[in-house]
């Protein structure tokens, strides 16, 4: 998997990409992340990537050259597919899992930062494939979001965690929030780890931790109950689960 920002800001990029996962996964090999600089693609002698809007107004616009000229070359040598060219944006889609394991699927990601005001609109009508947003809040750039953006899709691309199976069980990844986890000294200043943790039993531990994970996703995000697959056992203990909650309720 090839992934391409486009920044005016690539130290940014480089110091989270070179550390930790994202920077294993680049030393194996299994993905190649390059920051881009838009400075390079620009087209008159100060190296411009921003201008003044027309019509007046605060503020800055990523031109469309640079930008424009930036996926052109990068898109020239051969690449068998062609790629997802992707903008940051608090106007996009909302990031979500879904959109990230979608991605994860994708041979070559070009992601572009837009920074002051935002970009010329040309570039989202005529270049742009997704509109991404990862969040109702505003930054001053995109290269935090695009780095929010690559590290949820990179960690799902198979290789990169080193436990396969740590994606699997993460919260959202089945619908449901992940079980609470625990790990030595069993007894904390008197905080202890639960029993049946310590147990050896698998077949209890599992019992116990998707209890804990239906029993999380019912108090802090109950809507995601709504599209999680359950199984019978699992409607069963919801069921308790509310019991319980509204016999506490009414002895307090
Ligand atoms: N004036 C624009 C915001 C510009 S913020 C508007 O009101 O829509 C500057 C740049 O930061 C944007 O071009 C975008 O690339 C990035 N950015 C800021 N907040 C973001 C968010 N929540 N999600 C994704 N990108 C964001």
Redesign the pocket.
Known sequence: MRIDILTTFPQIIEAVCSESILGKAREKGIIEIRAVNLRDYATDKHKSTDDEPYGGGP?MV?KCEPVFRAVEALTATSMPTRPRVI??????KL?NYKMAEELASQHYLIV????????DERIREHLVTDE???????????????L??VESVVRLVPGVLGDETSAKTESFTSGLLEYAQYTRPADFRGYKVPDVLLSGNHAEIERWRRRNSLERTLKRRPDLLETAPLTDEDRAILSELQAEAADSARNS
């Not at 991404?132 to 695009?146: C, K, Q, R, V, W």
């Open positions: 503020g990523m903008l940051m944006t608090p106007q996009g990031l572009i930062c837009g920074r002051y005001e935002g970009v991404i947003s990862i969040g109702d809040y505003i930054l001053s750039g995109g290269e935090l979001p695009a929010v953006l």
